[in-house]
Each structure stands twice: as C-alpha cells, then as structure tokens.
C-alpha cells in the first residue's frame, strides 16, 4: 500500500504535481487547477496542527469509513465536499501565482512526510485520532485523488 513514508512514493506524488500547470483541467469537482493545489497545502497544514480544522468526526467516519478509506481496495468517490478551512473563497488559502503556490505544496509534502513517528498529530477532521502510519496513507490517497482530479 502506498504511503508518503516510502520514498518512491513520496517521489511519485512529487513527479505528479511537478505535471501540474497552469492548463491542468479537471475532471471532476468544482476546484480550479490552482483551488487544488492551494487545497493540498492546506490540508497538510492542518494534519502538522498549522492550520486549525473543525472536528466533524463521528462514531462512523472514524470507525468504519476511516478503515474503508485508508485500506479499502477502491479509489476514494468523486464529489465528496471539502471542509471550509481548505477551500479557497471559504476560509482556506487562495490562489496567488502558481509556481509559488506549487513549490509551497511540494515544501509541505516533505515536512510532513519527514515527520518522526513521535509527531504528535491533531486530530484528522473527518477519521479522528489516526497513528502515523495512518497519517502517511492518508497523505499519500488524498494527494492522489486531487492529482487524479487533474489528470496527474
């Protein structure tokens, strides 16, 4: 299983988002290319406690859905909502000029994929507590999914 700990994979993602560019078109979703990229560095701010996220986990989400999501064989859904605090225009970073928005993501993915398996985590806004195992899957599906998302 991928993971942001194994560095062919963490250089996968960087070789994916380095495809990235002003003309990516997305697939799917309502985010532009630069929404997205803007996006990821949010997200990763939020799982290194950078950016404060609202808690929205329930029994279910960090239970089942959270297993379903990290280890399921299938590819996460299209059209799921983000949460405010990472969605540009909703409280999240906007677009500014891309290349310095894609070197900030590129920076963030490296710490965060750097951090020790002492790192203590906030909690995941939709999967709760998760171990650093758990962070690195993650880490590594949801940059996927938005590199999926525009064609990367």
Not at 42 to 66: I, P
Not at 106 to 113: D, M, S, T, Y
Request: hydrophobic residues 40%; glycine residues 10%; positive net charge.
């Amino acid at each position: 299983m991928k993971t942001l700990k194994n560095a062919a994979d963490k250089a996968e993602i960087l070789r994916r988002l380095a495809a990235i560019g002003p003309t990516s078109q997305r697939r799917w979703g309502r985010m532009s290319v630069g929404e997205m990229i803007c996006h990821l560095s949010d997200a990763l701010q939020g799982a290194m406690g950078e950016r404060k996220t609202a808690s929205r986990s329930n029994w279910f989400t960090r239970s089942g859905m959270k297993w379903v999501g990290l280890w399921g064989p299938t590819k996460w859904p299209h059209g799921v909502r983000t949460v405010p605090e990472c969605e540009a225009g909703k409280g999240g970073t906007p677009p500014a000029e891309m290349e310095r928005d894609l070197r900030t993501a590129k920076v963030l993915l490296e710490q965060f994929a750097a951090l020790p398996p002492t790192f203590t985590f906030p909690e995941h806004v939709i999967f709760g507590q998760m171990s650093h195992a758990e962070w690195m899957r993650w880490g590594y599906l949801h940059m996927d999914h938005h590199l999926r998302q525009f064609g990367a």
